[in-house]
């Protein structure tokens, strides 16, 4: 058995991971209340500019050239755009995108594909500079300040890759945010842009200014902007969920294990006085003898 002074360390010890945990656990929760705002006012907007698109796209002219970024082709050449975080001690936040992108490129790549990265996030980086995959783009420090501006650097990157390099395919791959403690990862295909459904009521033309192709080379791009926006806060409000869950866990786990040392100190201490007695009445019956 151990004796009390390394028992009365250990505990200690966790106590002071446990103030860690439960400190991680509160700045998670204030983190994830902004982020959850943040992308609750951004998804109106986000549908609000896919209706918009497919109201355009949908009503291009069968004689008009199809936008680079409309046509649909056999996906030889694919991106795959992987949202991880900046540091760990998330649960399985980063290990469950890692994997599902593992997946696809290895399902890509049976079908005959040519599959490349773009990463967002330093443990993305790492998995996939260990899987020596192929990284065009390795983003740093977009979620240090994450901001509309950002956004927009990734999404111009994914458009002029896909319009410069001949990509076929372009999947954004993330944790979609559901809950504080639910998460869902998405591969959720990002270009070619597929337009919504029109309705056969709604389908009347409009008078474009200066031209329909003209406005489609504005609006694609902004989409793609506003879609990379939306899957990075979607990931920023998932990480915090993430952690906020795996710190509480992991602060009841230390409650538990004190509590376990705490009775181990206890009949320790208790066992070390008994024989102490033990040892006294001997010591006195032997005086008597």
């Known amino acids: 058995m151990a004796n009390l002074k390394d028992i009365r360390k250990r505990i200690g010890s966790v106590k002071s991971t446990q103030k860690i945990t439960r400190a991680m656990k509160l700045v998670a929760a204030a983190r994830l209340r902004k982020a959850q705002q943040a992308i ?9 500019t896919h209706e918009v698109l497919s109201s355009v796209a949908a009503r291009a002219g069968e004689s008009e050239e ?15 755009v992987v949202l991880t975080s900046d540091r760990g001690l998330a649960g399985a936040f980063n290990a469950s995108i890692c994997k599902a992108a593992h997946t696809r490129w290895q399902e890509l790549e049976a079908e005959g594909s040519e599959v490349h990265f773009a990463v967002i996030g330093r443990k993305g980086r790492e998995y996939f500079k260990r899987r020596e995959a192929s990284i065009t783009r390795d983003f740093t420090g977009i979620f240090e300040d994450l901001t509309t501006e950002n956004a927009g650097e990734v999404g111009r990157y994914i458009v002029d890759e896909y319009t410069a390099s001949g990509l076929d395919a372009c999947y954004l791959v993330y944790n979609e945010f559901k809950s504080a403690i639910s998460q869902q990862v998405v591969i959720e295909p990002l270009l070619p842009i597929t337009p919504l459904a029109i309705p056969e009521e709604q389908a009347v033309d409009f ?14 791009p902004m989409y793609v902007e506003v879609e990379v926006y939306r899957a990075l806060l979607e990931s920023v409000a998932s990480e915090h969920g993430a952690r906020m869950t795996a710190m509480d866990s992991a602060t009841s786990n230390a409650e538990d294990m004190i509590d376990k040392l705490t009775l181990q100190y206890n009949r320790a201490r208790q066992a070390a006085i008994t024989t102490e007695l033990m040892e006294i009445i001997g010591g006195a019956e032997a005086l008597k003898g």
Do not use: M, W
């Open 40 to 48: 609750t006012e951004l998804r109106p907007y986000a549908l609000k």
């Open 207 to 220: 008078i474009y200014e200066p031209s329909k192709r003209a406005l489609l080379d504005r609006l694609l």
């Open 66 to 80: 199809v936008h680079p970024l409309l046509a649909r082709r056999l996906p030889k050449r694919v991106l795959l």
